[in-house]
């Protein structure tokens, strides 16, 4: 099967500017998570979707960060405006259930640079 | 809150000698627990999970793990290690309890890095 697409890999933008990452689960994937991991750190959850629902955003920075997921399906995650520390992975990963046995499939993620 | 800890940095170790890189966790209900592993460039690809039985789990690549819920642990094991497997692992738990739902938590990484 086909695995979750990421795009673009690469961003690089000054600060204060506007972002956005798009990613498509893998089909008939129900959840759908957005992680940040920062350089030499482990992935923070950003956001998870159920289907086109919210089932958790507590770590979303919401005064500069946005999330939606159109239809259940393809997501796209926002920043503005970019600081420097957003500079980081944006990893999107899906899971077939909300069965929580379920183990996520992660994409290979986009490295943005903030300068 | 659920948490996860991997209380090493890095790990090093040489070709042919076994690899052991340590998870502890914290959670509210019972654990379901899983290992990761991240190449350079590439996406968390998944190893192992122990949800329920028998708490010795194998997994990909020779890779197998053992659940321990006394010391709420969960070890990540090679008996032999390659020099292939040095990448980045991260072990990650969900919590069956309280409100955390399907939140999927990651340690902070553990850089292994096998020597020939």
């Known amino acids: 099967e086909a695995g979750v697409a990421q795009s673009p890999r690469y961003k690089i933008i000054e600060k204060r500017q506007s972002v956005a990452f798009w990613c498509n689960p893998i089909?008939?994937?129900?959840?759908l998570y957005w992680y940040q991991q920062i350089l030499g750190q482990g992935p923070k959850l950003l956001i998870q979707f159920q289907n086109n629902g919210v089932v958790d955003d507590s770590q979303l920075p919401k005064d500069r960060f946005s999330a939606e997921r159109l239809k259940g399906v393809d997501s796209t995650l926002k920043i503005q405006p970019a600081k420097l520390e957003d500079s980081a992975v944006y990893l999107c990963?899906?899971?077939?259930?909300?069965?929580?046995?379920?183990?996520?499939?992660f994409g290979q993620g986009t490295r943005l640079t903030v300068v | 809150a659920q948490s996860v800890a991997q209380p090493e940095d890095q790990v090093n170790v040489a070709e042919g000698n076994p690899l052991t890189v340590k998870c502890t966790y914290s959670v509210s209900g019972n654990p379901y627990l899983f290992w990761y592993v991240q190449y350079p460039n590439r996406g968390l690809q998944f190893l192992l999970k122990y949800i329920t039985g028998d708490n010795l789990v194998k997994g990909s690549y020779g890779f197998e793990a053992e659940f321990n819920k006394s010391q709420t642990s969960f070890h990540l094991k090679k008996p032999s290690a390659l020099v292939s497997d040095s990448a980045l692992y991260f072990c990650?738990?969900?919590?069956?309890?309280?409100?955390?739902?399907?939140?999927?938590?990651f340690g902070g990484g553990t850089r292994v890095l096998v020597k020939p």
């Open positions: 990650a738990v969900r919590d069956t309890g309280g409100a955390a739902g399907n939140k999927l938590t």
């Open positions: 089909s008939g994937h129900a959840t």
């Open positions: 990963a899906s899971s077939s259930r909300s069965n929580i046995r379920d183990k996520a499939f």
